[in-house]
């Protein structure tokens, strides 16, 4: 069982550097076809510094510390399944970005009677300026008896 008492626990920060050569090879990935997305000087015509990050890359490319709830709740990563994830962009990411983050444990909660542990977490990205430009949220299921 995933102790109650961890929620508003907040992880050590990280910074994370929005390379261009990672969002280029992720746009190609995807599909993207879009000019802000994949025409440096598209976006910068459009008024932005640089090709701007497909909405999905902070949900998939995971930030540099991804796991590191695992440990402290005490979770066997093979039992882990993953439930939601939400991205709200508060402002524009652009490749050669450099973000700030932090996560930290907003919810858990207990259905079917303890056999389903749900555990909300939630990065806030921050750009230099200390400015909120993304909120992710990311909700996993432990099932009973699947813990550490």
């Not at 050569?21 to 994949?38: D, H, M, N, P, Q």
């Not at 796991?67 to 066997?76: E, K, R, S, T």
């Not at 990563?77 to 939400?86: D, F, K, T, V």
């Not at 508060?90 to 050669?96: D, L, T, V």
Request: charged residues 20%; contains cysteine; aromatic residues 8%.
């Amino acid at each position: 069982m995933v102790d109650p008492t961890l929620v508003g626990h907040a992880f050590a920060p990280f910074t994370w550097a929005i390379e261009p050569g990672r969002v280029s090879l992720f746009a190609k990935a995807i599909g993207e076809r879009g000019a802000l997305f994949t025409d440096a000087e598209t976006a910068k015509a459009a008024g932005y510094r640089d090709v701007l990050v497909p909405p999905t890359l902070l949900g998939i490319a995971a930030e540099p510390c991804p796991d590191d709830y695992i440990a402290l709740i005490g979770v066997d990563p093979g039992a882990i399944l993953h439930a939601e994830q939400a991205l709200e962009y508060h402002a524009p990411i652009c490749a050669g970005d450099q973000l700030y983050g932090q996560k930290r444990i907003t919810e858990i909660l207990q259905k079917k009677n303890g056999a389903l542990t749900f555990v909300q977490l939630e990065v806030e990205y921050r750009n230099p300026d200390g400015v909120l430009v993304c909120t992710s949220r990311q909700t996993i299921v432990v099932r009973r008896g699947e813990t550490a």
